[in-house]
């Protein structure tokens, strides 16, 4: 037990949320099946309905969290209209969950550039083929896409970056984590950004 908190050794004394997350990942790399950085993303349109998928997570600056998808998609027309985010990782391998909340911003191009060649081949090809969210009416349409964009991007050293296809980043003024303990008695630490420094409270389970 923390002796400071009364919480889990798992949940450390850590001032900065990000230290407490990177070790929750390195844990999850280690014990999950696959994709440790999977998580849901929930996002809500003009209308204020909220929505929610999963997405991986692909990149981290030491103010947040940055994933990446196609910016006409579902998703990348509710972040447009309003861009504002909440991120929930589970790992159920550990039991254990994490709560992120905040605003969004693309990032740079040059981020994205860089990010978008690192993918393999028909990853790009694909992010040039499918407009994502979009009806199609055969999976044969899909699949013309597919060849007439291998066909025009024959180099896989010369896949330019589609700009509707880009990376978002949330900057979190909320990350909460929460770990499983027997008779639903789990423990929640809650981080909140005031100014530029976060304050930690435990929460209820
Ligand atoms: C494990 C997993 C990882 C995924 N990763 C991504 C991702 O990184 N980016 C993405 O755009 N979609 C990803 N998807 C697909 C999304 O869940 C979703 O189907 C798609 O982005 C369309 O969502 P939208 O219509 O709400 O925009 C992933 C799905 C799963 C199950």
């Known amino acids: 037990m923390n002796q400071k908190s009364g919480l889990d050794p798992v949940f450390k004394d850590e001032k900065n949320p990000f230290i407490l997350f990177n070790g929750w990942m390195k844990d999850a790399e280690k014990s999950e099946i696959n994709d440790p950085n999977a998580f849901n993303l929930a996002t809500v349109d003009t209308f204020g309905q909220p929505d929610n998928r999963i997405l991986l997570l692909k990149g981290q600056t030491d103010k ?17 209209s309003n861009p504002k985010a909440s991120m929930c990782f589970h790992w159920k391998s550990l039991q254990r969950q994490i709560r992120i909340q905040g605003p969004v911003e693309l990032v740079d191009k040059k981020t994205a550039d860089t990010y978008f060649s690192s993918r393999p081949y028909e990853s790009r090809i694909g992010a040039w083929a499918s407009s994502q969210s979009e009806v199609m009416k055969h999976r044969d349409e899909f699949e013309d896409k597919v060849k007439k964009f291998k066909k025009q991007y024959s180099d896989p050293n010369n896949v330019p970056r589609p700009e509707h296809w880009s990376g978002w980043h949330l900057t979190p003024f909320k990350i909460e984590f929460w770990k499983e303990v027997e008779n639903r008695l789990h423990q929640r630490l809650c981080y909140s950004l005031i100014g530029t420094s976060w304050n930690k409270e435990i929460l209820y389970p």
């Open 64 to 80: 947040g969290f940055i994933f990446y998808t196609n910016l006409q998609s579902k998703k990348g027309r509710d972040l447009k």
